[in-house]
């Protein structure tokens, strides 16, 4: 098994963010939040009924996720996409694809977030800031916010298969 | 016996398209930005999901006609009116966008053209803060800072989860 890049964070940091990009979205994640990058070579692609795209791991596995740029489920993976990201869960890790993936200091790189607006907010969106990076709009969402997301759209899923 | 003086001010007349007109104080629009980039971000209300860059702040951009009437504003280029409001005089100020089909029109308002909100227009009515008669129409002027804020958000919210 490949890995692409191992996230270690040693002491926590608050502007260390990891950048997840696919279909020109670009979604910021503390890199505290992370358990791992990998290379999408190295997941089981299959369809499920829980709305992921596959699984990774053995024994205890992660379930992959894939969105678009509007954050809806996707059950097939484009070809663009050539990693995923395994964000910290209470059971297991729970995976998102993405095209491109690098570290980020928002300090470093002078990057100021703020807070989403309060008329934009709804109860389910895992957005908590945005911030400009590279003229693109990047959405930053806390880890644990994304999981929620995540699981909750996958429960969604499986409802409208009933 | 002196008659009473009738009180002038002046205001910003707003078009939003689809026969939506309202009106802010003439202190209330700070600048008009033609054809700016705009950025979508997912998981918000239909009526506000992009955001403009104005003087390094991200700011939400309203679609009313969206909100009213549940169409989107429709025009060859993005006119977006940059409305300044505050919570209460103590607060600072706040900037947020509202989509336009053409620039605001500045208009002198007396006293005496106030008049009851149309009942065909009752869908003004949670952020009408009075209305007037303009040229043969009832014109609402917008509580900018209720429109924005944290409690109007929750209504809305609360309508779309019920």
């Known amino acids: 098994m490949k890995t692409a890049a191992k996230v270690t964070t040693p002491q926590h940091n608050?502007?260390?963010y990891v950048l997840l990009r696919f279909d020109e979205r670009y979604?910021?994640?503390?890199?505290?939040?992370?358990?791992?990058?990998?290379i999408i070579a190295d997941a089981h692609l299959t369809r499920t009924t829980t709305g992921s795209v596959g699984w990774f791991g053995h024994g205890s596995e992660s379930p992959l996720f894939c969105l678009d740029k509007a954050l809806m489920l996707l059950l097939e993976v484009p070809e663009t996409r050539e990693y995923f990201v395994l964000f910290k869960a209470a059971k297991q890790p729970i995976g998102l694809t993405c095209d491109e993936v690098e570290n980020i200091n928002l300090q470093r790189e002078h990057l100021h977030r703020q807070k989403l607006p309060t008329v934009m907010k709804t109860t389910y969106s895992p957005i908590s800031q945005l911030v400009i990076y590279q003229s693109q709009l990047g959405c930053v969402c806390q880890g644990t916010d994304l999981v929620h997301y995540l699981t909750q759209l996958s429960k969604q899923f499986m409802q409208s298969r009933r | 016996m002196t008659?009473?003086?009738i009180k002038t001010s002046r205001a910003w007349l707003l078009d939003f398209g689809y026969h939506l007109q309202a009106a802010v104080g003439l202190h209330e629009m700070r600048q008009v930005l033609i054809a700016p980039e705009l950025f979508?971000?997912?998981c918000t209300p239909a009526y506000c999901s992009e955001v403009v860059l104005f003087q390094q702040l991200i700011l939400p951009i309203f679609d009313i006609p969206r909100l009213l009437v549940g169409r989107q504003i429709m025009t060859s280029r993005h006119v977006i009116g940059i409305a300044v409001y505050q919570e209460?005089?103590?607060q600072p100020l706040h900037y947020?966008?509202?989509?336009l089909i053409t620039t605001p029109t500045s208009i002198y308002?007396?006293?005496?053209q106030v008049c009851e909100l149309p009942a065909q227009q009752q869908y003004w009515e949670p952020f009408a803060i009075s209305c007037f008669f303009h040229q043969g129409i009832a014109v609402p002027i917008i509580n900018l800072s209720y429109l924005f804020s944290a409690q109007f958000n929750r209504r809305q919210q609360e309508k779309i989860n019920n």
């Open chain 1, 14 to 16: 608050l502007y260390r």
């Open chain 1, 27 to 38: 979604l910021f994640v503390p890199q505290a939040d992370v358990h791992a990058v990998e």
């Open chain 2, 3 to 5: 008659e009473p003086t």
């Open chain 2, 40 to 42: 979508d971000v997912p």
């Open chain 2, 88 to 90: 209460d005089p103590n």
């Open chain 2, 96 to 99: 947020g966008g509202l989509h």
């Open chain 2, 109 to 112: 308002v007396n006293d005496d």
